[in-house]
């Protein structure tokens, strides 16, 4: 079982940028494929980003392409979301997933963390 634990949530205004972390234990952190994804008030858990087990290979979901960057260093367990040119319907709880296979945490499986508020204001 993996443990997640993200952090860096705030309250931003439109345009600005947030690095949100998330730390992960319980298993060989190099060995997992990583992503995070969010859920907007009054709306279903949407993909945001994955990275594969050593960043080589990234995926991003069309609202964010060219605004966010997923990144991962495997000596501190940690995987990032750099985002930037924040928008107000970026606005979300932001959740860290992790799965030993690309499929399942692309697809939503695997361990999530409690999550991280973000709100952008206009």
């Known amino acids: 079982q993996v443990q997640l634990v993200e952090s860096g949530g705030g309250t931003v205004q439109t345009g600005d940028s947030l690095l949100l972390s998330c730390e992960a234990s319980g298993r060989t952190f190099s060995n997992l494929d990583m992503g995070w994804f969010r859920q907007a008030p009054g709306k279903e858990r949407d993909f945001v980003a994955a990275i594969m087990q050593r960043g080589a290979v990234k995926s991003y979901a069309a609202s964010v392409r060219g605004r966010f960057t997923i990144s991962r260093e495997n000596g501190k367990n940690t995987v990032y979301l750099q985002m930037n040119s924040l928008k107000p319907e970026d606005t979300a709880v932001y959740y860290c997933?992790?799965?030993?296979?690309?499929?399942?945490?692309?697809?939503?499986?695997?361990?999530w963390g409690q999550g991280t508020h973000v709100t952008v204001s206009s």
């Open positions: 997933v992790a799965d030993l296979r690309w499929g399942t945490v692309v697809n939503g499986g695997g361990s």
